[in-house]
């Protein structure tokens, strides 16, 4: 018995670090966003596995694409750059029908903006409104999104009303279910 809850103690105590870390603010953000917690989180699922954490940093009570605001993305897998445009078009055009010359300019501005992303790799998204959306990878800085058009839509896939992720939307916000 005296076994079972040493053993059960020594891997709290192992284990503490990485709550700690799953909560900690990326130093990236902290110019940005003052809030010491994240608003939300959530974690994206497909299939069954775990694709990626999630979490909203924001100083505002409720998320508006009129204040900036921060999302951070944990990677539990890795994900090529070709799946991550792919898949970011994939929902992008669950939002709209938009025209085959806008997806093509998505497409473009997409490859060479997101980066492929290995297990454990985060990727940080910084807003600041009417000018661009930052990223991030591993606290270094990556690139930027400052197409007007896409700008809103690639928020929209996690924020957005109406979007194609309603339950990790709800969590990120804090929204009752």
């Known amino acids: 018995m005296k076994k079972h809850v040493l053993n059960i103690m020594v891997l709290c105590v192992c284990l503490w670090?990485?709550?700690?870390?799953?909560?900690s603010k990326p130093a990236e953000?902290?110019?940005?966003?003052?809030?010491?917690?994240?608003?939300?989180?959530?974690?994206?699922?497909?299939?069954?596995f775990d694709i990626y954490?999630?979490?909203?940093?924001?100083?505002?009570?409720?998320?508006?694409?009129?204040?900036?605001?921060?999302?951070?993305?944990?990677?539990?897998?890795p994900l090529s750059k070709e799946r991550m445009v792919e898949e970011?078009?994939?929902?992008?055009?669950?939002?709209?029908?938009?025209p085959?010359?806008?997806?093509?300019?998505?497409?473009?501005?997409?490859?060479?903006?997101?980066p492929a992303v290995e297990k454990k790799d985060r990727l940080t998204a910084i807003y600041t409104?009417?000018?661009?959306?930052?990223?991030?990878?591993?606290?270094?800085y990556y690139s930027e999104i400052m197409d007007k058009e896409l700008l809103?839509?690639?928020?929209?896939?996690w924020l957005g009303e109406g979007n194609d992720l309603p339950e990790l939307r709800a969590n990120l916000l804090n929204l009752a279910q």
């Open 17 to 23: 670090p990485l709550s700690v870390l799953a909560t």
């Open 88 to 98: 970011t078009i994939k929902q992008l055009q669950t939002q709209r029908q938009w």
């Open 100 to 114: 085959v010359e806008t997806v093509d300019k998505f497409t473009e501005v997409l490859h060479a903006t997101l």
């Open 53 to 77: 954490d999630v979490s909203l940093w924001m100083d505002t009570p409720e998320w508006s694409m009129q204040k900036p605001f921060a999302l951070s993305l944990n990677y539990v897998m």
């Open 152 to 157: 809103p839509a690639f928020v929209n896939i």
């Open 129 to 140: 409104p009417q000018k661009s959306l930052q990223l991030f990878l591993n606290g270094k």
């Open 29 to 48: 953000i902290t110019p940005h966003i003052q809030a010491e917690q994240p608003h939300g989180k959530a974690t994206l699922r497909y299939w069954g």
